[in-house]
Nanobody, 124 residues
Framework: QVHLVESGGGLVHAGGSLRLSCAAS????????MAWFRQAPGNEREFVTG????????RYADSVKGRFTISRDNSKNTVYLQMNSLKPEDTAVYYC?????????????????RGQGTQVSVSS
């Protein structure tokens, strides 16, 4: 079993920054891809960004391109999400997810392990 723990969420003013972390623990597993999703109240969960463990190729949702940066530390089994120039519409619960297949999928259900989420709130 793999356990994912997100941290770094909080309340920030519009234009501010936050850095989320997602640490994996438990059964040793070679992740192929790691990703972040988010879900705002009343909305469906949506893909934010993903990264391949090997090579570090990334993919971003259009809504966050140029503002968010995903990175990973393979030695720590940790993935990060640096969020800059935050907007009120970025307010959501952010979830990390990992999968063995080395493919960044935009579907939350296609990930083998998913975290419990961390709240990000951006005030105007």
């Amino acid at each position: 079993q793999v356990h994912l723990v997100e941290s770094g969420g909080g309340l920030v003013h519009a234009g501010g920054s936050l850095r989320l972390s997602c640490a994996a623990s438990g059964r040793t597993l070679t992740f192929g891809a790691m990703a972040w999703f988010r879900q705002a109240p009343g909305n469906e969960r949506e893909f934010v960004t993903g990264i391949l463990r090997s090579g570090g190729s990334t993919r971003y949702a259009d809504s966050v391109k140029g503002r968010f940066t995903i990175s990973r530390d393979n030695s720590k089994n940790t993935v990060y999400l640096q969020m800059n120039s935050l907007k009120p519409e970025d307010t959501a619960v952010y979830y990390c997810a990992v999968r063995e297949a080395p493919i960044v999928s935009g579907w939350f259900s296609e990930y083998d392990y998913r975290g419990q989420g961390t709240q990000v709130s951006v005030s105007s």
